[in-house]
């Protein structure tokens, strides 16, 4: 069955109403449209932030040096695994998680400042 012998025929757009707009008509349209600034609504949420307040060289801690069991440190490593900013850095988290060498929590404090924190 064709699509102008079926029920939904008379649904479907023409095919002068379905024709594909080329590059250069793209391109046109987006030329023709304005890119003059637009004003920034007064709302809190477009307020611009203030780093002023925090050094671009502060690295967030964690709170790592304060932990006084393995078992602490090691959910603190587990939970910076599913951070973002740690992806390229899962690896060595793991390997400290696993601690495999059977470092002491003051050299796991080491190597998770000198390695993860950098």
């Known amino acids: ?3 102008s012998g079926s029920a939904d025929a008379e649904f479907l ?3 002068s109403e379905t024709r594909k707009q080329t590059a250069a008509e793209f391109v046109a349209e987006l030329d023709a ?3 003059e600034p637009r004003a920034i609504p007064d709302l809190a949420c477009f307020a611009p932030i203030d780093d002023s307040d925090q050094s671009s060289d502060e690295v967030e801690d964690y709170g790592y040096k304060e932990l006084e069991t393995m078992e602490g440190f090691k959910l603190l490593l587990q939970g910076l695994i599913g951070f973002e900013d740690m992806y390229s850095k899962r690896g ?4 400290m998680i696993d601690n495999e060498q059977g470092w002491n929590l003051e050299t ?9 924190l950098k």
């Open 1 to 3: 069955m064709t699509p």
């Open 13 to 15: 757009p023409s095919n």
């Open 33 to 35: 449209m304005g890119d």
């Open 92 to 95: 060595m988290l793991q390997s």
């Open 108 to 116: 796991m404090k080491e190597a998770f400042g000198a390695v993860i």
